[in-house]
């Protein structure tokens, strides 16, 4: 009788134990999953081309590996309309500042 009590008791513990160990199992592989913790967003840009089409630029990816989408944005969907890499985008924003006409003829 006691060896049965015991199975029982070991039992009814391991299923209260089980939730807990899977939400510690999720919170311990966040990270390593795409789109974890370590995959933040940020919106770069945004531009109105109607009165209710924008043109967005986010900034995606985990740190070590981001990218930069132009996305279309209307009220029925999202279309991806260019895809390049964050150092890339870095690059083409500072020869876009020194071009400016306003820093041309601020030299002359």
Request: net charge positive.
């Amino acid at each position: 009788m006691t060896q049965t009590l015991l199975v029982v008791v070991l039992f009814v513990a391991a299923l209260s134990a089980l939730p807990w160990l899977i939400r510690r199992l999720q919170q311990r592989h966040a990270g390593l999953l795409p789109g974890g913790s370590g995959a933040a967003s940020r919106v770069l840009s945004t531009v109105a081309v109607g009165p209710q089409q924008r043109v967005v630029t986010v900034e995606v990816g985990p740190a070590h590996q981001r990218t930069v989408l132009v996305l279309g944005v209307t009220a029925q969907q999202v279309s991806c309309l260019h895809v390049l890499p964050a150092a890339s985008f870095a690059g083409e924003m500072a020869a876009a500042r020194a071009a400016q006409p306003g820093d041309v003829a601020a030299h002359d």
